[in-house]
């Protein structure tokens, strides 16, 4: 699996084939630098008194449009490029080029379709994770050979159905972004932004469920961690 390209929204759904086996209320999609806010007891409470909601990030009006280009043309070589910015990199981004000086553009297939972009961490229902395997067909149509739609899919095939109005629309605790996901995610400060031990006060003020991202590479940071074990105590 490369770094943004279609493996990634195949891996994703191969987990979901498997998770769904156990019927599971919320399926929810989680990296090794993400943190649990809440204790144990208030994370089952906040989805069972949400139950039904999605919680599916969105970024901001117009930015699917920005990044058009992701999915209006085709990336062939990005599972061989990954991250690298290297050798056949540059032959992509010439391909690439051409298309849109050619106005390639692979959605005219879709014009029905509204594609959308935010985050690709979310907490999906048992009933919606069902209704995107449905999909995968048309998942793969529209998005093999796209570059970094991981953070696509689930929000084009979600605005795309009769799921569209159950998405959650929390309140903003603070100036953390991403509520829509309960997602503490700041790409203010970086890319994203990795949390220190100074802003505890501001994740726990965002009446976020998780937090990303998180490590304990320095002193400080592992701090952090340590006050939120202990609040869940």
Not at 7 to 18: H, T
Not at 167 to 173: A, I, M, P, Q, T
Request: glycine share 6%.
């Amino acid at each position: 699996m490369c770094g943004g390209g279609y493996s990634q929204i195949d891996c994703e759904l191969s987990l979901l084939k498997e998770a769904i086996r156990d019927n599971n209320d919320y399926f929810h999609f989680m990296s090794g630098n993400d943190y649990l806010l809440v204790s144990e007891e208030e994370f089952k409470a906040f989805f069972y008194k949400n139950q039904g909601k999605e919680f599916i990030g969105f970024s901001r009006d117009g930015f699917a449009e920005q990044e058009r280009q992701r999915y209006q043309v085709y990336h062939f070589l990005q599972e061989k490029v990954g991250r690298n910015k290297t050798g056949i990199y540059w032959i992509e981004k010439v391909l690439v080029k051409l298309q849109m000086k050619c106005m390639i553009d692979r959605t005219k297939r879709f014009r029905s379709m509204k594609y959308e972009i935010g985050s690709n961490w979310c907490s999906l229902t048992n009933e919606f994770v069902e209704y995107l395997l449905s999909k995968e067909n048309m998942i793969k149509r529209m998005f093999n050979y796209t570059y970094c739609c991981d953070e696509s899919f689930v929000q084009t095939i979600f605005v795309n159905s009769s799921f569209n109005n159950n998405n959650y629309k929390g309140v903003l605790g603070n100036s953390i972004e991403n509520i829509q996901n309960v997602r503490a995610i700041d790409w203010k400060r970086g890319k994203p932004y990795t949390y220190e031990h100074s802003d505890y006060k501001e994740l726990i003020e965002s009446k976020n469920i998780f937090v990303r991202k998180v490590n304990n590479d320095t002193p400080e940071r592992e701090k952090l961690l340590d006050l939120l074990d202990k609040r869940k105590d």
